[in-house]
């Protein structure tokens, strides 16, 4: 660790926007910690169903960042579409209490999900202007961390409602409002640095302004394709903790493990990829995820289900805020939005395929067939950080 890097301060712009997404995620962990075992169990919805939904939610989210990322790059400001975004999330979430059919359930799922698109490539990109580049990686860990504390709060206040209301589903989801609403009033709050005074808005979607995202960026974002591919999701965690025997008002526990895990890891690891190989992280990171996979293939009881979990909780720690770092480092600060966006934009499609395919396992061969299948798409996926590993430039 270098002198100059130990000595440069956390921005309070980093810190803000961490408690931002820590309480929206408890919100919205709230309701998705749940809402698998209630489209299944309370509405019927098959498992090929919830996987094509919860992909279609997740790729709808990453698709519209795309947009807001690029948006913000025109207008040289992030804050007002990240407040946008956070408010769109919040407001969604009354949807899901109100909801007596599928339909209005998957509308306010996918509401959620374009509020989540509409804030993440300008909050990522608003992180990367304020973070000085000796510590970005830490910034990004640390915003990561705070997120996920909020991942880990969300489904244990979920499971202990449940056990207080006897399984009150539609009671949990109107108290999963309340710290929604908190986040949109701190995001209030959030200080944006000033824009350039060079600043000349010019639509970035398109040829001429792409070309500015070179190929160590392009190596990146098919880095990050590849990855998503080999991982599907979270909803067929909770599914597998269910069918194995935790019970119902338990299973939100599952995700508490994997979320704590994952918000424990996330700093530490952030801190770590400014000082380490980054291809290295990821490679490490991919194995991980190979040993999730089969642990959950092979689970036969609740234990070894917390086991994959906390396990695929340590990859999300390890890759999640590298995987930002890595776009931050290679994208040209103009275009900073937009590059989030089109890396999400090429994950949200990835999401999909890979969720849908899983949920077609799980309904036509069975739950163990889905993460094995996750673990061989994983391995080659590792061949393939390593392969790239050795010439790349993003390397530290």
């Not at 939610?57 to 207008?75: N, Q």
């Not at 992030?78 to 109100?98: D, H, M, W």
């Not at 996920?148 to 989801?173: Q, S």
């Not at 194995?244 to 801190?271: C, D, H, K, Q, T």
Request: proline share 4%; glycine share 10%; net charge positive.
């Amino acid at each position: 660790m270098s002198n100059t890097t130990s000595k440069v301060r956390m921005p309070a712009t980093v810190w803000a926007l961490g408690f931002v997404s820590m309480f929206m995620d408890i919100s919205s962990e709230m309701i998705h910690s749940l809402l698998p075992m209630f489209l299944v169990g309370s509405l019927g919805m098959s498992a090929l169903a919830v996987g094509i939904l919860e992909g279609l939610a997740e790729s709808t989210a990453m698709i519209v960042k795309v947009f807001s990322g690029a948006l913000s790059d025109y207008l040289g400001k992030r804050k007002g579409l990240a407040l946008f975004g956070y408010a769109l999330g919040a407001f969604a979430k009354p949807l899901f209490a109100l909801a007596s059919g599928a339909g209005l359930i998957v509308a306010a799922r996918l509401i959620d999900r374009v509020g989540k698109g509409i804030r993440g490539a300008p909050r990522d990109a608003l992180v990367a202007d304020t973070a000085p580049p000796e510590i970005r990686g830490e910034a990004f860990g640390l915003r990561q961390s705070l997120d996920t504390v909020g991942a880990f709060l969300g489904p244990l206040i979920a499971a202990g409602l449940m056990l207080l209301w006897a399984n009150d589903f539609r009671a949990v989801f109107w108290v999963a409002v309340i710290p929604g609403m908190i986040s949109v009033v701190l995001m209030l709050g959030v200080k944006e640095p000033p824009r350039h005074a060079d600043h000349k808005p010019s639509s970035p979607i398109k040829w001429e302004s792409l070309r500015r995202l070179d190929k160590r960026y392009w190596e990146v974002v098919a880095m990050g394709t590849v990855f998503t591919l080999a991982r599907f999701s979270e909803a067929f965690l909770v599914l597998r903790a269910q069918q194995l025997g935790i019970s119902m008002a338990m299973v939100p526990l599952v995700m508490v493990a994997m979320n704590l895990i994952y918000a424990v890891s996330a700093y530490p690891f952030g801190w770590l990829s400014d000082r380490a190989s980054h291809a290295k992280l990821l490679a490490w990171g991919m194995a991980v995820l190979i040993v999730s996979d089969i642990v959950l293939a092979r689970a036969d009881h609740g234990l070894m289900v917390i086991v994959g979990v906390a396990l695929w909780g340590v990859h999300m720690g390890m890759t999640q805020g590298l995987l930002a770092t890595m776009v931050a480092d290679t994208a040209h600060p103009a275009v900073r939005g937009t590059a989030f966006g089109v890396f999400n934009l090429v994950s949200g499609i990835a999401m999909l395929a890979a969720s849908a395919t899983a949920g077609w396992l799980w309904q036509t061969v069975g739950a163990s067939a889905t993460f094995i299948a996750g673990a061989v798409f994983a391995s080659f996926t590792l061949v393939g950080v390593v392969m790239w590993a050795k010439p790349s430039s993003t390397a530290r």
